[in-house]
Structures are given as C-alpha cells and as structure tokens.
Nanobody, 115 residues
Framework: QVQLVESGGGLVQPGGSLRLSCAPS????????LGWYRQAPGKQRELVAR???????DYVDSVKGRFTISRDNAKNAVYLQMNALKPEDTAVYYC?????????WGRGTQVTVSS
C-alpha cells in the first residue's frame, strides 16, 4: 500500500481549466498503472483516465478530447490536465496506483465547476 498525495483542485468556471497532480508520499519504484478516478455526490466512483508505465492511455468517453493524463516515471507522479470543464465534471478526484482493486489511493481533491 502506497499513500498518494493529490493537489490542484478548486473552483473554476465552465470552460475553464485545472491541472491535477499526484505523487507518492515516499520514494518508491513501480511500473504499475497510474490513474485518476472521480466520485460525484450520489454517484459511484468512476475511472476518468489511466496511464501505463509505457505511456498507453485510456479515457472515459465523457472526457475524451478535453482531459489529458501524463506521468513522470522518475517521480512516479501522474498529472491530469483538464480543459473545457463542464458542471458535470464536478466531483472529488482520486489518484490511484495499481488499478481499482489496489489499496493505494489518495485522499481526493475537490473539483467544482460552476459560474
């Protein structure tokens, strides 16, 4: 189990941008996938985007063309650039290492898209 620390959430107007960052709280070496999940009030947690050690990416359909996931393997850090944000993107965003069945999650960062 690895503790992950997210940053970069906040309040933004529709059409705006935010960049989320996530890194382990201690130095580790891993080749596992990194990902971002989100959970809106009253809804189940869903995968937003994930990236393998080799850089292969996967996105939920609702964010394709607007969000970009990237990683820095030297730091085991993962980033989520979110553009053209919509009110329906409002949620708590969680960083994950190793897939949804892993015990390695961040505590979450709130993203609110509202005018």
């Amino acid at each position: 189990q690895v503790q992950l620390v997210e940053s970069g959430g906040g309040l933004v107007q529709p059409g705006g941008s935010l960049r989320l960052s996530c890194a382990p709280s201690k130095v580790i070496f891993t080749t596992e996938e990194l990902g971002w999940y989100r959970q809106a009030p009253g809804k189940q947690r869903e995968l937003v985007a994930r990236i393998t050690y080799g850089g292969r990416t996967d996105y939920v359909d609702s964010v394709k063309g607007r969000f970009t996931i990237s990683r820095d393997n030297a730091k085991n850090a993962v980033y989520l650039q979110m553009n053209a944000l919509k009110p329906e993107d409002t949620a708590v965003y969680y960083c994950n290492l190793g897939g949804p069945n892993s015990a390695s999650w961040g505590r979450g960062t709130q993203v609110t898209v509202s005018s």
